[in-house]
């Protein structure tokens, strides 16, 4: 079922989903959330509204334009329909569970809702499902939030996945390391955003070693293997060293407790990891099917260090494999109640007939009761 | 973890979920989720946001006053942040389903949102999970929404759950055969509606055989084995007629499929059904849970037959027995990862020491490995 919707019927933006997709999306969320349970990540869920200022704190100010704003008729203040689940789970570590043991692994599911959406990525509602480790500041704390999200995914199926690991300050450290400033400094950071590396080139010409280490980095972004090589804290400047170091042991505790997955190091990517200071995740499905996750490093309330992945479910529907398909068998009038309670116990939607005119054909089942078995049926097209 | 959310944080109305709670709540949904799959009912995902045309139309008129509003800076046209998914579920099955064969059998979860809370039910937020059967006219299409119901929350392990059936429709058509007119007929319903026995049997006095139909029906009220002998068809109206007879065939058949499940029958209820024109149901949990779901019979868009059953996560989750905990157990620095593979598939969580400094305790884990086994701590108090 996949009739694109109706546009007079729903704002742009916000869709249904429809049999058999909405209960796929749900079972693979459900399906993460016990992978990540697995690894003792605890489930809190935030209310969908919040009073404006919690939500709007800390990584949040990120979000802080895609979020649809109401007023609370109650208290006569502005609430905002979550746009990110994140700074929910921030305002909880830091409140509620403030006294509980560091680091607190958490995790959570739902939807979030943005003002907008883009020419790219027009869904304006989308589910979300992540973790969060909070107070943790080892690179151990950033290797396990990636293989935790990576291993979630791998569970459903999903082939072909690779972990690309941004750093988000690097650019900005090494070109303010350099002594370029305004207009430069802006441009250079723009044409490293589009990755023209010509025009990277042509900026730091003659503007020293520092300068150089950009169109470089550029060059160096692909698997983490070869991409470490540029990264040599030696050749770095101070304030660029710390960086790269702990890149270094992210990608290193990675690659030791996951040998076989595919790494990928962008030394100077930093789009969309606004609130990001350290490591920035990016989990990539397999051919089309774009990003199911991202993540990184930040800084939860009160400055408390914090690492996490967000999943996008309709992502990871579009990535994971078809699983089988519920068979449906249609009973007719008069079917035992034991009939059909066996039928369901090995696995069968039932489908009862409630009056003479009720078919099986019509009810779009795939079997049907004879008396004795739960005979297939011609047609097999179930929706 | 139950300690009041602090209103500072919070709207009125609105909190979160802690462990081991919000883990529960969407456990218990998706079992909820997966009783009504099995009997045929297929799940859809409607947006939280619609038009608010759409979302007020038909039986969402009765949710109006209590539904949000925003203006969508995309349409430029006002949305409702959703106060009940059937409307949405209605406007499905009349337009991207209305092709599929009917009766069309559709289940739902997700949250909901009112504008205010009562003093009685102060969430503005609800998780509600539920079925419709749409294009089913037959007294079983009734019977078999509630009995789905009824089967979903005693698979949780909820026992000592009882259905109440009203009949929205009937105290209006007595009073209106009785020839009972303005303002006598509004005070009479507001006096049935508090089940005032004494004002109703003085309001009645000396109007006819039909009026005092009402204070013999008030009283009759309860288990239906006796409450069904008041309903004798003969004794009634044209117009109530087929109001008892369709009840007597709903109840019966419910019965019928459930001879043990406590039936109550209150032929004057109409509390809370605005919107509905056949039986209404409630599904009570033991002692003081309060009401588990709610349903009933309806008219779709185009003035289809309906009928469903809305469950409420936060009852049900007061009702069900607490499940087993989920064992969660700390891995030393330099655990093997295969010991940590090997205790997940043994159902355990394992919480990872991410440096030297972290514990079992601190993490609040029940068990320690030891490089060979899982052992238990002496403090079980896990959150």
């Known amino acids: 079922m996949s009739e694109a919707p109706n546009p007079a019927l729903l704002p742009a933006g916000l869709m249904d989903l429809l049999p058999p997709e909405a209960e796929r999306e749900a079972v693979l969320v459900e399906a993460l959330m016990e992978s990540f349970a697995?690894?003792?990540?605890?489930?809190?869920?935030?209310?969908?509204?919040?009073?404006?200022?919690?939500?709007?704190?800390?990584?949040?100010?990120?979000?802080?334009?895609?979020?649809?704003?109401?007023?609370?008729?109650?208290?006569?203040?502005m609430m905002g329909l979550r746009a990110d689940m994140t700074p929910q789970v921030a305002r909880l570590a830091a409140t509620r569970l403030a006294g509980q043991g560091r680091p607190l692994r958490l995790c959570y599911a739902g939807q979030v809702l943005r003002v907008r959406g883009s020419e790219l990525a027009p869904a304006r509602q989308l589910r979300q499902a992540g973790i969060e480790m909070i107070g943790g500041a080892a690179p151990e704390a950033d290797a396990e939030v990636a293989l935790v999200a990576v291993e979630a995914v791998s569970r459903l199926g999903i082939q072909g996945i690779s972990l690309d690991v941004g750093l988000p300050r690097m650019a900005q450290a090494l070109i303010e390391a350099a002594g370029i400033i305004e207009p430069l400094a802006g441009r250079l950071a723009r044409a490293l955003d589009r990755k023209d590396a010509a025009d990277v080139a042509a900026m730091v010409e003659g503007r020293g070693p520092i300068a150089a280490l950009l169109p470089e980095f550029l060059a160096a972004a692909g698997p983490a293997r070869e991409a470490v090589a540029a990264l040599d804290p030696a050749r770095l400047p101070e304030s660029a060293r710390p960086i790269a170091e702990n890149?270094?042991?992210?990608?290193?505790?990675?690659?030791?407790?996951?040998?076989?997955?595919?790494?990928?190091?962008?030394?100077?990517?930093?789009?969309?990891?606004?609130?990001?200071?350290?490591v920035a995740f990016t989990l990539f499905g397999p051919g089309m099917t774009g990003e199911l996750a991202r993540g990184g490093r930040y800084l939860a309330a009160h400055d408390e260090p914090a690492t996490g992945m967000t999943l996008y479910a309709d992502a990871v529907l579009r990535a994971a494999p078809d699983g089988a398909r519920r068979r449906r068998c249609f009973l007719p009038m008069g079917t035992p109640a034991e009939a059909g309670e066996r039928l369901r116990e090995a696995g069968f939607a039932t489908v009862a007939a409630l009056s003479a005119t009720d078919t099986a054909a019509a009810l779009r089942c795939t079997h049907e009761w004879d008396g004795e078995a739960a005979i297939p049926l011609k047609t097999t097209e179930t929706v």
Chains 1, 2 share one sequence.
């Open 38 to 77: 697995r690894h003792g990540y605890e489930r809190v869920t935030p209310p969908l509204l919040e009073f404006e200022e919690g939500l709007l704190a800390g990584s949040g100010a990120a979000v802080a334009e895609q979020t649809f704003r109401l007023m609370d008729p109650v208290s006569q203040r």
């Open 247 to 278: 890149a270094l042991s992210v990608v290193r505790a990675i690659a030791a407790r996951a040998p076989g997955l595919r790494i990928t190091l962008d030394p100077v990517e930093f789009r969309g990891f606004q609130y990001h200071v350290g």
